[in-house]
Nanobody, 122 residues
């Protein structure tokens, strides 16, 4: 599967963005889809994961209540709605896919997009 993110940009604190991830391949629905982010000088960190097996979407504690991930299997799309943005949310955001039922570690994912930059600044 190939993944392409879009939707990043410069936004003021308190603002919102909607990131999109377009996937290729015929079996998109069997992939667990994750979002990660990497700030300058920091490790890539887990943001959210949606299992192909269903169940609730899981989020990192730092984004709970502000970020909402969703997927549209028919369109082969994954989305990340980001609200109440903070300067510490500034990072490159990556979409990732795995055949595992769930994953919250970078090593759980086999497929990655190129990333989209989100910058939160006044």
């Amino acid at each position: 599967v190939q993944l392409v993110e879009s939707g990043g940009g410069l936004v003021q604190p308190g603002g919102s963005l909607r990131l999109s991830c377009a996937a290729s391949g015929r079996t998109f629905s069997i992939y667990t889809m994750g979002w990660f982010r990497q700030a300058p000088g920091k490790e890539r960190e887990f943001v959210s994961a949606m299992s192909w097996a269903g169940g609730p979407t899981n989020y990192a504690d730092s984004v709970k209540g502000r970020f909402t991930a969703s997927r549209d299997n028919a369109k082969k799309m994954v989305y990340l709605q980001i609200d109440s943005l903070k300067p510490e949310d500034t990072a490159v955001y990556y979409c990732a896919a795995t055949l595992k039922a769930y994953g919250s570690r970078r090593g759980d994912y086999n497929y990655w997009g190129q990333g989209t930059q989100v910058t939160v600044s006044s």
